[in-house]
């Protein structure tokens, strides 16, 4: 079965603070892909980022980085020089292959980031 | 960049009675569309997957009689919640996925019910 841990519910930083998202998963497949939505107030989901499993390689997108660890099954998500703007919940998610290409995606609970001013 | 739209973005009304919610691809043509659910502070909960021209998968649990889902076209699927009651007030939303084989789902804004 596919599960996603996102074992922060809440995280409250001050503007400029780096802050880290944590996510853990659970997967059999030997192919899958983890994502990153961001969700803000207005509740549409935002695309962060894609990666499949076959990818170690950190990737940075301004402000955003993520870092995989295939070995420890982390996905985790750091935003460098948080901004009120960033403040949303963001929720991490995983799609198998298991089902021959299912789309199914697995979400986490969620964490909520607040920044202040 | 692609755009999904989902209308109403938020609805109240009276048990029992049914509400639709459409959600369609701008942009592209989309095969495959999701209904997501989200409860207050939860996390979202696939409720079914519809492909255009044939019947929705539903999630365990979901009653395929209860959330009508219809894919009549490649830029649109419908999702009714019929005889609508309390416990189904919650936040729906949508996803799509382009007939290009693309690895990214496009989300709506999503639909606010609220049955009194």
């Known amino acids: 079965a596919q599960k996603v841990t996102q074992a922060q519910t809440e995280i409250s930083v001050v503007e400029k603070e780096d802050v880290t998202l944590d996510c853990v998963y659970e997967t059999r497949d030997t192919t899958y892909y983890l994502f990153w939505y961001k969700q803000p107030p207005s509740g549409e989901l935002v695309f962060l980022i894609r990666?499949?499993?076959?990818?170690?390689q950190n990737e940075i997108s301004g402000r955003y980085s993520w870092n995989f660890q295939k070995s420890t099954s982390s996905f985790n998500f750091t935003i460098t020089a948080s901004q009120v703007v960033d403040s949303a919940v963001y929720f991490c998610a995983l799609r198998g292959t298991s089902q021959g290409g299912s789309e199914k995606l697995v979400f986490g609970k969620g964490t909520k980031l607040t920044v202040n001013p | 960049g692609a755009v999904v739209s989902q209308h109403p973005s938020w609805v109240i009304c009276k048990s029992g009675t049914s509400v639709k919610i459409e959600c369609r691809s701008l942009?592209?043509?989309?095969?495959?569309m999701f209904w997501y659910r989200q409860f207050p502070k939860q996390s979202l909960m696939l409720m079914a997957t519809s492909n255009e021209g044939s019947k929705a998968t539903y999630e365990q649990g979901v009653e395929k009689d209860k959330f009508l889902i219809n894919h009549a076209s490649l830029t649109l699927s419908t999702l009714t919640v019929t005889s609508a009651h309390p416990e189904d007030s919650s936040f729906y939303i949508c996803s799509a996925r382009d007939v290009q084989g693309s690895e990214k789902l496009f989300f709506g804004s999503g639909t606010q019910l609220s049955v009194l």
């Open positions: 990666r499949n499993s076959f990818d170690e």
């Open positions: 942009d592209f043509q989309a095969t495959t």
